[in-house]
């Protein structure tokens, strides 16, 4: 399983950027595949979630802001950023979830200026 992350940037605070996170090999058996990010100094948290089912769930400090949405056909995840904030500064990664096993891509970084 491969996962490229593409799509970040910098933009100043209050813009938007779209993740996408291109998946390939078995990702047709995912249970779930979602965004984590890490702000320098920080540990890795979680930012959103969508499952195989289409259910998804998001950081509180996100709600509103971001959505998470799916392209089977395309074996794509976006994530879709509004009203960015210099909090939401830090590496962006795509992650996968395959019977039990964690897949992750290389990582976006995403840098929101005040």
């Known amino acids: 399983v491969q996962l490229q992350a593409s799509g970040g940037g910098l933009v100043q605070a209050g813009g938007s950027l779209r993740l996408t996170c291109a998946a390939s090999?078995?990702?047709?058996?995912?249970?779930?595949m979602g965004w984590y990010r890490q702000a320098p100094g920080k540990q890795r948290e979680l930012v959103a979630i969508?499952?195989?089912?289409?259910?998804?769930d998001y950081a509180t400090s996100v709600k509103g802001r971001f959505t998470i949405s799916r392209d089977g056909a395309k074996n794509t995840v976006y994530l879709q950023m509004n009203s960015l904030k210099p909090e939401d500064t830090g590496v962006y990664y795509c992650?996968?979830?395959?019977?039990?096993?964690?897949?992750w891509g290389q990582g976006t970084q995403v840098t929101v200026s005040s």
């Open positions: 090999g078995m990702i047709f058996s995912f249970n779930r």
């Open positions: 992650t996968a979830e395959i019977s039990g096993r964690d897949y």
């Open positions: 969508i499952t195989r089912g289409q259910s998804t």
